[in-house]
Structures are given as C-alpha cells and as structure tokens.
C-alpha cells in the first residue's frame, strides 16, 4: 500500500527574492503589452501578456534551480526473521538438550501471529524451514556470518527485527559487524553452547605473506592460546611439505597467549605447503588444534616494473616509492615531462624486458602514439598492468586500451569529487590478497579524487574496494581486479591515493609500501601464457566440506573453448576419483567434489584441443584431520553482545524466550510505521523546462508574425 506523505518544491535562492521579481516580470508583460501597433483584439492581448509571463517566470524559475521533492510512506507486511546456526559446533555438547531448546524457541515465537516469523538455518550456507516443522541437523561444517548481510539486503524493506540463535563461532568468511551496523532494524542474538572454559593449548593464528620471492627471508608469526597451563613447557615446529625447518621452545605465559616468529627463506619457487605444529602437553582438552596448515606461494624471479605516467604527480611519487622500497623490483620510470620528453629513460629497451606494467595517469593528452603504440602491444601480449584512472587522463585515449582493461568507460566527463574506500573484504581476501584486509584500516583512509566519469567492472572483473559519498555506495567502483586467461589487472579509479602513504604512517606505518607491493606480487602471479589452468575455492578443508574446482580453457590466441570435454582426477594416498567438470561458458568447467578423508590431494584435469592433447591442468588442496567446527567450541558471549549492541538489539540466553518474545513484539510495532522514500527531481535539469520555453517564444512569435506585429 502507498501513501503520499510530503510534496515540497524548494529553490537555490531566497523564495520572497524570487517572488518579488517575479512579480515585476509579470507587470512588464502587462507593461509591454499594453499598447500594440496595429492594435489588436484585447484577447490576443490577453493571450500574448500570459505567454510572455510565463516565458519570463520559467527561465527565472531555471536560474533559481528549482528541486521538486515527493516523499511516499508504503506499508507493506514485514517479518521476524530468526535465524539458526545449524552447524557442527551446536551439537558438539548436550546435543539433544540443545536441540530441543531452540525447537522450543521457534515454536513459541511462530505462535505470535504479530511477529509473521520467517525461520532459517545457515553454515556456510542458508536454508529457509518450515516455521511450523523445522528440520535442523547441526552438521554444516563452517559457519559463515557473512552470507546473511545478502540476505538481510535482499529482505531489509520486509523485516520487523532479527533472532540470530548461535554460539557465535564463524569459521569461514570476515566479521560482518562493520556491515551489520548499517542494517535499519535491530539483531536480537541468543547464545546457545558451551560456556565453560576448557585447559587447552592452541595454535590460534598465523600470520605470514601469501607471496614471497625465492631466496629471500620472510617471518611467518604464530599466536598460540592457552587455558591452564601458565608455565608449563611445548615446543613449536615450522614444516614445509612435511620436512622440519626449525623449531622453538616456548614456556606458556601466565597472560595465556604467547607470540612466536619463525624466518622461512624458500629455495625455489612454487606453492609451498607449510605447517605449525605443537607437542602436546597431557591433560588438554583437544589435540586437534595444536597444528594449523596453510600455503604460500614462492615466486621465482626479481619483477622488472616499467612505471609510466602521462605526467608527474604526488601518486606517481609515493608508487615509485614503495616499488624501490622492495629489493626484489626494479623499477624504470617513463613519466612524460611534456609531448616531446620522457623523464628518466635511461634504458630504451626497459619497457620491452619488462613483465609488469605500471600505468598512473596513462595516456594523457600529451602521450604520443609511439608510446601508446608500445605500452598497447605490451599488453597485448599479455602482460600484467595495474592503471589508475583520473581527470589527468585522455579518456579519447584511454578508449583505445578499453578491450584489455578491467572495466568499461561510459559518460566521459571532467569533473571529479571526493569519495571514501569501502572494502569489500571477502571479495578482497578471496580475489586479491590476505594482507591489508582490515577494515578499521580503510575506514580510517582519507577520500580520493573519483572522476565522475562512469567506470563500470566487466562481468569477469571482481570489484574489491567501492566508493562511497558518505554511506551512499557509488555505481562507480574504486579498485577492480581482473584475471582472465593469463592476464591480470588491477585498477584504481582515483587520484591522490598518496595520501593513504601519509594518513596511516601513525598507527600503520606500511599499510601503503605493502599495498603495493601485494599488487606487484598478484600480477606477477600471471607466469606464463597457460592455455589450462585447474584451481579450487580455497586449500584447507574440513571432512565433508565440498571442494569447488574450477579450470580454464582457451586456445592458441586465448580465445575460451566451450565445447570440449575435461576429466578430473583427484587423488589421495593411492585412491583416485574420477569426475567430468561442467561447461559452465565463456572457457569455463566446475566441478564440486566431497572428500572422506584427511590429507593431502592432488587434482589433475585433461583434456583435448582439435585432438591434440593439452598439457594437463594441476592443483592441490588439503583436508584437515578435524572439523573447524569442533577445534574450539566455547561459546563467544561477548560477540554476540558486540553484534547485538551494533544493531540496537540485544542480547539473551536461551533460556529468556519470553523476553526475546516481548522485545521482537515491541520492534513489530514500531516498525509498522511503513517505509518512508523519498524522490527528489531537479526541475531545472530536465529538457522539457528548457523545450517548454523555447516552445512558448516561438508561439509568441507566430501569434505576433500572424496578426502583423512584426
């Protein structure tokens, strides 16, 4: 149902100034109109004064940009929506009794007509049940908060509130309270689980680069987490592939974490799968915990960087700056000075030799063909690029380049506004990079210049940073990243991102220098030209997670094949399985494979091309000896207190339905107000005001022609 609420019509100036002249635009109407030579009817005297007026009152009404606003209350019939975690770590104690309380839970909510309840259950996936039978099996084996903000944007114009019935455990996907703050109703959470603190030691996180450079030292840092064991003695050992690479006595401090570092230098390139383990001290809860798995990726050679820009600027400076920092880059500038001179080209072959390229600003209208000539081909080639986009740039130009970029160019314009970072941090971790995820961090970033020209990412593009105008997200994305074939891409649509150098030199002094560095290391991940490439979502698994294998195909000019047949091997300690993959377009086949077991597995796909056998596609992956689910159960009151108090809810146990009940009724209420939008439309800016006046001065005109006026 809608409901018109408000009409208001407001101008840029003063109304009584606006009424005042327009007033005195009337009298002269009448004034000039007063008398006519030939004299004429007093009708079509009439008739020409209220054109005229009108005439004159329109165009003042045009310099006064007049905003037309329309405010409409609809009703419609919103919803509670309670949401169960249905995964692993619920059952993991007094399984039965738990079970029954949240059946209990649903049953005396779903009898509250005014609540219109809503019941779902969510792991790493969601379900929709039946509010008067709900099926719950509490074997999902992740727990992913994030995958209800999709569904409360989808649903936030229907929902009253929300129950989130949980432990508070997420262990797949980022900490989604940064985006439950923004929700326009209040998240009720009920902690359901074990409460109890168990004596425990833990691996509890690793913190490492996921690219290094062969022969170079990095630091891999572990916390480790104990209850119970204030000074006693464990040893961690770093592995790579199993092998020992060094190890550490720790004695466990009385504070319950200690933080330790290992230097890992790899001696070739490749994915290496590493390792930290703990000996086990008797008497711990669990030993499943005392070792957590991952893998990085070693590159192989030093990255020759060919920076060009179509003009000095501060954001060439600070880029330059944080590529020299890293003693595996070397850099070689083309910055235009003018049309006719490069800065710093020393060496005329460095663009040609070199395997990543640099574009700031690039081309502008002062870049001469030669050049784009030679950047173009270079791309052509394949070779990865990072580009930032702003007013300084030869959109004309840039159009040239469109087929390769990660985005496309519509509505050129050269005007340009501050806009804020928004990180999209699942897409960032799972497309880009791990390190500089934070969203404090990115928060806390001062605005950039956007170009109001509007930048839209293609279909296969993955857009990881948006832009916002205060909490208004724009169609215009900030940083997008491309990998298709073997290109990769990376774009940011700003200028005077230097200041991100400066403004978090205090409290994160290498956010920037590692930004970039990050960057380099992602496009160099390009390699060489694979016509078949096989990869998998993630590389640890827990038993009965599903395995999400994807694999690329093109031909010799990388152009996708759709029509071939690909066959899947996946093997583990002697045992094979064998899958076909999906053609899913565009050169792209999945398949979704279930291990039973733990260890390590390697998965092989082939295939044929015009009957030629290509060179098979490989990947590996890892399942781990237990369920993240059940490494550690303890439920996380305190979260669910911070997601909670971040909507304007609150908090309950399981045991206080009734007062869930009566604060879920009371938020029904109040939201049955209806939802308040309101259209604004700028009168002056549309084509028919304009249409409207010249219409009106030419019917003067033929009025006053027909009766001899003229």
Do not use: C
């Not at 340009?416 to 934070?438: C, L, R």
């Amino acid at each position: 149902m809608l409901g018109l609420e408000n009409i208001r019509l407001s101008l840029s100036g003063n109304l009584w100034v606006y009424l005042l002249l327009a007033v005195l635009l009337v009298a002269f109407s009448v004034f000039i109109y007063r008398y006519t030579l030939p004299r004429v009817s007093q009708g079509l005297k009439l008739t020409l004064t209220i054109i005229r007026a009108l005439i004159f009152v329109l165009i003042l009404l045009l310099i006064f940009e007049p905003l037309l606003s329309i405010s409409n209350r609809t009703f419609e019939k919103r919803s509670t929506f309670l949401l169960v975690d249905n995964s692993e770590s619920i059952s993991a104690k007094d399984s039965i009794k738990r079970s029954e309380a949240i059946q209990n839970l649903i049953s005396e909510l779903n009898s509250e007509e005014a609540l219109n309840l809503k019941v779902f259950s969510f792991g790493k996936n969601i379900d929709s049940l039946s509010s008067e039978n709900p099926k719950l099996s509490f074997d999902e084996p992740l727990t992913n908060y994030s995958s209800l903000i999709d569904l409360f944007k989808r649903n936030e114009a229907t929902i009253n509130s929300a129950a989130l019935v949980s432990d508070g455990i997420i262990t797949e996907g980022a900490d989604p309270t940064y985006q439950f703050e923004k929700m326009q109703f209040p998240l009720f959470t009920v902690g359901i689980g074990d409460s109890t603190t168990k004596n425990d030691v833990e691996i509890f996180d690793i913190k490492h680069n996921q690219f290094i450079y062969a022969g170079s030292q990095t630091k891999i840092q572990t916390v480790i987490r104990q209850n119970g064991f204030d000074g006693k003695q464990t040893r961690a050992s770093l592995f790579e592939e199993g092998k020992l690479i060094d190890s550490k006595d720790i004695l466990l401090s009385n504070s319950g974490i200690n933080q330790i570092e290992f230097l890992y230098s790899p001696k070739d390139g490749g994915e290496k799968k590493l390792s930290v383990s703990l000996t086990p001290i008797t008497g711990e809860f669990s030993q499943l915990n005392n070792s957590k798995t991952f893998f990085i990726t070693v590159l192989d050679t030093k990255v020759k960087i060919a920076l060009v820009s179509g003009s000095p600027s501060a954001d060439v400076s600070a880029i330059a700056k944080a590529l020299e920092s890293d003693k595996n880059i070397q850099v070689n500038k083309f910055i235009q000075i003018s049309r006719d001179k490069l800065w710093d080209n020393k060496k005329s072959n460095s663009l040609d030799s070199s395997s990543v390229l640099f574009l700031i600003d690039f081309p502008s209208t002062n870049t001469p063909q030669q050049l784009m000539n030679q950047v173009l081909a270079k791309i052509e080639k394949g070779t990865p690029f990072f580009i930032s986009v702003s007013l300084a740039n030869d959109f004309g130009k840039l159009k040239l380049f469109e087929k390769h970029l990660p985005f496309f160019i519509r509505n050129i314009s050269q005007e340009a506004f501050q806009v804020q970072p928004e990180i999209q941090k699942n897409e960032f971790v799972s497309s880009f990079s791990q390190i500089g995820n934070s969203i404090a961090v990115w928060n806390n970033l001062p605005p950039v210049y956007q170009s109001s020209a509007e930048i839209l990412p293609k279909p296969e593009s993955k857009v990881i940073v948006k832009s916002k105008v205060r909490d208004a997200i724009l169609n215009s994305p900030l940083i997008i990243v491309r990998s298709i074939g073997y290109q990769r891409s990376f774009s940011i649509n700003a200028s005077n991102y230097w200041r991100w150098s400066l403004q978090t030199s205090e409290n994160n002094p290498d956010f920037f220098r590692n930004f970039v560095n990050e960057i380099v290391k992602w496009l160099s991940l390009s390699g060489n030209k694979k016509q078949f490439i096989l990869s998998t979502n993630k590389k640890i698994y827990s038993p009965g997670e599903h395995v999400d294998l994807t694999a690329e195909l093109y031909d010799n000019a990388f152009n996708p094949i759709d029509t071939a047949q690909i066959a899947l091997s996946i093997s583990q300690a002697g045992n094979k399985n064998e899958l076909i993959m999906t053609p899913q377009g565009n050169g792209i086949y999945t398949a979704s494979y279930t291990p039973d077991s733990q260890g390590d597995f390697v998965s092989t796909a082939n295939t044929k091309v015009n009957s030629f056998s290509m060179a098979p596609a490989t990947t590996r992956f890892s399942v781990i000896a237990s369920s993240l689910e059940l490494l550690d159960t303890k439920m996380r009151v305190d979260y669910l207190k911070l997601l909670a108090n971040s909507t304007n809810g609150k908090y309950f146990s399981i045991e206080e339905q009734s007062n869930l009940l009566k604060n879920l009724i009371d938020a029904a209420k109040k939201r049955d107000e209806g939802i308040l939008t309101k259209s604004e439309f700028e009168l002056w800016n549309y084509s028919w005001m304009l249409g409207a006046v010249i219409f009106l001065f030419g019917f003067e005109w033929f009025l006053r022609k027909r009766f001899g006026m003229i």
